[in-house]
């Protein structure tokens, strides 16, 4: 049973940086991505950034590119969301995810909650202020 859980979220100024947490466990072959995304009320859940668990390969929504950075510990439990200059809108609640490579790379949706990641962590509350 793959199992995801975030941790790191908090509140901060705009401007300000913070990095999120995904410890995973279970996973009992290769091929692997892991996912970011947020949800704020109101709007529908998207991909901030994935990264490919063998290749180490990353993928950014174009609002975070230049300021959040996806990576791996060495042992590659845990992928961590770097997030820089933080902006309000970057507010929401950050979710992890994962799912098998190839499936994404099918649809080309690595960024996209759509169709479904198999596995998603409870998530963890990021609040920026202005």
């Known amino acids: 049973q793959v199992q995801l859980v975030e941790s790191g979220g908090g509140s901060v100024q705009a401007g300000g940086s913070l990095r999120l947490s995904c410890a995973h466990s279970?996973?009992?072959?290769?091929?692997?991505?892991l996912g970011w995304f947020r949800q704020t009320p109101g709007k529908e859940r998207e991909g901030v950034a994935t990264i490919n668990r063998d290749e180490g390969s990353t993928y950014y929504a174009p609002s975070v590119k230049g300021r959040f950075t996806v990576s791996q510990d060495n042992d590659k439990t845990t992928v961590y969301l770097q997030m820089n200059s933080l902006k309000p809108e970057d507010n929401g609640i950050y979710y992890c995810a994962a799912d098998s490579c190839e499936i994404r790379a099918l649809s080309d949706a690595f960024l996209s909650p759509t169709p479904g990641w198999a596995w998603w962590g409870q998530g963890t509350q990021v609040n920026v202020s202005s």
């Open positions: 279970g996973f009992t072959r290769d091929g692997y991505c």
